[in-house]
Structure formats: structure tokens, C-alpha cells
Nanobody, 119 residues
Framework: QVQLVESGGGLVQAGGSLRLSCVASGSIFSINAMGWYRQAPGKQRELVARITSGGSTTYADSVKGRFGISRVNAKNTVYLQMNSLKPEDTAVYYC?????????????WGQGTQVTVSS
């Protein structure tokens, strides 16, 4: 069993910053990619940022230059630093981690954390 716990969401004014954290725990043997997705009301879930085990990153065009993803492998933790937030960034943010236990692969989602940006 692998669990993901997210934290760091909240309410912020436009132009402000937030930092999201996601910690993976359980019977983890290795972690491959870690990422953040978001889902706004009435919209599909979309990729925000992703980081591989080697440190390569991918960002949605809408957040490039404003958001930064990082990970601390020793802590099984992924972060999303969000700067210059805009009202259109308002959504529930989910972390996604894929990797292996000693018995199987996994691709798990966190419970989601609400980010609300006021204008």
C-alpha cells in the first residue's frame, strides 16, 4: 500500500504565492515520475507539472515561468512552488506518483488540495 498526503493549498490573492507538498509513504521500492495535476469546476483534470526520477521537468504552457516543481528523493516528496498566481489557477490540485513496490507497480493519486486565487 502506498499513500499520498498533500498539503499547502489555501486562499491567496492574485499575484501571491503558495507551495504545495506531497509525501508518499508505504511499501515503496522505487519512485519514477512525480507530478501535479489540477481540476477546475466543470473542466477536465490537466497536467500542471511533472518531474522524472532523473530530474527532467515538464510544465503546462499556462504555468511556465511561474510554477516550479522539485522533489526530494530521500523524503519521497514532491513540491510545487506557485508564484504570480492568477484567478484562473483556481482548482483542486492533485499529486500523482508512480513507481514500484517489491510486488507491483503503482500509480497513485493524492486526495487533492484546494487552491483559490482571488482577484
Amino acid at each position: 500500500q502506498v499513500q499520498l498526503v498533500e498539503s499547502g493549498g489555501g486562499l491567496v490573492q492574485a499575484g501571491g504565492s503558495l507551495r504545495l507538498s506531497c509525501v508518499a509513504s508505504g511499501s515503496i521500492f522505487s519512485i519514477n515520475a512525480m507530478g501535479w495535476y489540477r481540476q477546475a469546476p466543470g473542466k477536465q483534470r490537466e497536467l500542471v507539472a511533472r518531474i522524472t526520477s532523473g530530474g527532467s521537468t515538464t510544465y503546462a504552457d499556462s504555468v511556465k515561468g511561474r510554477f516550479g516543481i522539485s522533489r526530494v528523493n530521500a523524503k519521497n516528496t514532491v513540491y510545487l512552488q506557485m508564484n504570480s498566481l492568477k484567478p484562473e489557477d483556481t482548482a483542486v490540485y492533485y499529486c500523482n506518483v508512480n513507481g514500484t513496490t517489491r510486488l507491483a507497480t503503482f500509480a497513485n493519486w493524492g486526495q487533492g488540495t484546494q487552491v483559490t486565487v482571488s482577484s
